[in-house]
């Protein structure tokens, strides 16, 4: 037996908290041009607990999705303030040409929607700006040299991440300093979470099989 990771083939989708459904599906669908493939409705969550949510589904031109879930009975305005692209997250979806990144800048500023770029990575050219749900959104097109340039790149990767770890090696330990404790509960809290999911999908098993 080989210890060799399965192929993963791509993102099917990736999902956010959203505020509320209708005006995530407004933006996502009505301005960005997205199609809402699925609005699932449950009233209780995957491990069997009450917890009312809907999941949405939009899909874009490659067969991916950007979903959101909408839980309303958790809802917290402080949860929507704007993100910070590097310090929390954000989505990159990708665009066919300059062409239509000028038009999607115009578009979004066309509903009142606050966008800066293109900016230049020199593989990559893109605009920014954020959804109803404070997620920093980025549109991309790829560069002529796009390719080449990634792939010297990744000739230099290890070279990089080995002299990267050891210039923040120091910074990296004091600011970790004294939460393993913490590091530690939350392993374990994934662990707790995994059991559980899997104890009710195999109970729900066996009262299937049951019936």
């Not at 210890?3 to 960005?32: K, M, N, W």
């Not at 970790?176 to 559980?196: C, N, P, Q, S, V």
Request: hydrophobic share 45%; charged share 25%; with cysteine.
């Amino acid at each position: 037996m080989t210890d060799t990771a399965p192929r993963i083939q791509g993102v099917h989708h990736s999902a956010f908290r959203c505020r509320d459904a209708a005006e995530t599906r407004a933006f996502y669908e009505g301005i960005l041009g997205l199609t809402l493939k699925a609005a699932l409705a449950f009233e209780k969550d995957p491990s069997g607990a009450d917890r009312p949510y809907m999941h949405l589904f939009f899909e874009m031109a490659d067969k991916n999705f950007i979903a959101f879930f909408d839980l309303p009975h958790t809802v917290d305005e402080a949860r929507y303030a704007l993100r910070d692209g590097m310090e929390d997250c954000h989505i990159a979806m990708e665009l066919s040409s300059w062409d239509a990144m000028t038009a999607m800048k115009a578009r979004l500023e066309r509903h009142g929607i606050p966008v800066f770029g293109p900016i230049d990575h020199h593989f990559c050219h893109s605009i920014y700006f954020w959804d109803p749900n404070g997620i920093n959104l980025e549109f991309t097109i790829r560069d002529a040299k796009h390719d080449a340039i990634l792939a010297e790149e990744a000739a230099s990767a290890d070279a990089v991440m080995a002299k990267w770890a050891t210039e923040t090696a120091a910074v990296r330990t004091e600011r970790l300093k004294g939460t393993e404790a913490a590091r530690a509960a939350t392993e374990g809290m994934k662990a707790a979470i995994a059991k559980m999911a899997n104890d009710a999908i195999a109970k729900a098993g066996r009262a299937s099989a049951a019936e």
